[in-house]
């Protein structure tokens, strides 16, 4: 039987060419190789899962590359890829910091670095997670950081750059990756499923790239759930929905369609539906917020771009955006807002979401009362 490897694993970029959504970084490295002006240490900073290690481990690979390609990425063909790619290259050095954070692991790096690489033009260093390391192990790498010997190279990678003594900061050359965009990440996600044979919906994918946050290591890994629940045919939007436990767009929409006709009663069974599925009301009022602000997104043409969804959700979006009044959705939003920051302080949650539902439907009547009032004053 074939031993399974995660998404995450099995389609890692191993190229600056095939790193998704970080192209400011990997034109400024390759540059960097091309022309031969590297700095001494990096310091690579950004979301989880947005390819900061990767990225470390594809320079690292490059620099000492014989044969580079005239893009400037590895050949993966010469005698130090081939060890890079085996995991044997004795001058690439990986630690992670996190559990590597004290001194004396500092002092055993240090001690390595004395050491030239032999053969190979660099010696790299990859620290990962070096937020975690002790204030005194920072202190003992700073000399070392700092002059490090011709042929050592440094790359630090974390996700809190904030933690790191400004003393560090200092003495590296920063790169700030990128939260991916969700086109970015269905993209991606769409050629592995290609390449694996898997069907896909449109959708289902916007959905993944959504609740990844901008994390292609988060999507691959709902990818390759979703995938086995269906023995890897197809992914489609109603498994996703199931699987990802989201709330399906067509309860906001028909939400908001009750909502804006006056219709309370209704909200209230649909909002007793959510809640007997197991879904939580703090969070259905954020996603009902974030609705609402979805369709005033579509109120204009130019503002359009903001929506980071399938063109079938978004004509479905435009479609309400004309029929509900600006000002009810405004109106709404507002209320919704409000729920959202009290909604920890109430003692009864589920009466305090429905109150603001009611609310809601009557947006549209106490808006017609207010117009003919002012007509009585004129």
Known sequence: MENFVVSARKYRPNTFQTVVGQEHITNTLKNAVLSNHLAQAFLFCGPRGVGKTTNARILAKTINCDNLTEEGDPCNTCSSCSSFNQNSSINIVELDAASNNSVEDIRNLIEQVRYAPQPGKKKVYIIDEVHMLSTAAFNAFLKTLEEPPSYAIFILATTEKHKILPTILSRCQIFDFNRISVNDIVNQLQKIADDEGIKTDQDALHLIAQKADGGMRDA?????????????????????????????????????????????????????????????????????????????????????TLLDVSDSVKQRYKQQAQEAPQ????????????????????????????????????????????????????
Not at 222 to 236: A, L, P, Q, V
Not at 339 to 360: F, G
């Open 327 to 378: 000002s009810f959705i405004m109106s709404a939003l507002h209320l919704g807002g409000e729920c959202d920051t009290k909604y920890k302080e109430s003692k009864n949650q589920r009466l305090h979401v429905e109150l603001t539902l009611m609310k809601m439907s009557h947006i549209n009547r106490a808006i017609q009362l207010a117009q003919i009032e002012i007509k009585k004053k004129d």
């Open 220 to 304: 691959l890994s709902m990818f390759d759930m979703i995938g086995t629940f269906s023995n890897n045919k197809e992914i489609d939007y109603q498994t996703t929905v199931d699987n990802l436990h989201i709330l399906d767009y067509d309860y906001y929409f028909k939400l908001t369609d009750y909502l804006n006709k006056g219709e309370a009663a209704q909200a209230m069974l649909i909002f007793d539906e959510i809640l007997r599925k197991g879904f939580d009301g703090h969070n259905f009022i954020n996603g009902l917020c974030e609705h609402f602000r979805n369709i005033l997104v579509c109120k204009d043409d130019v503002t359009l």
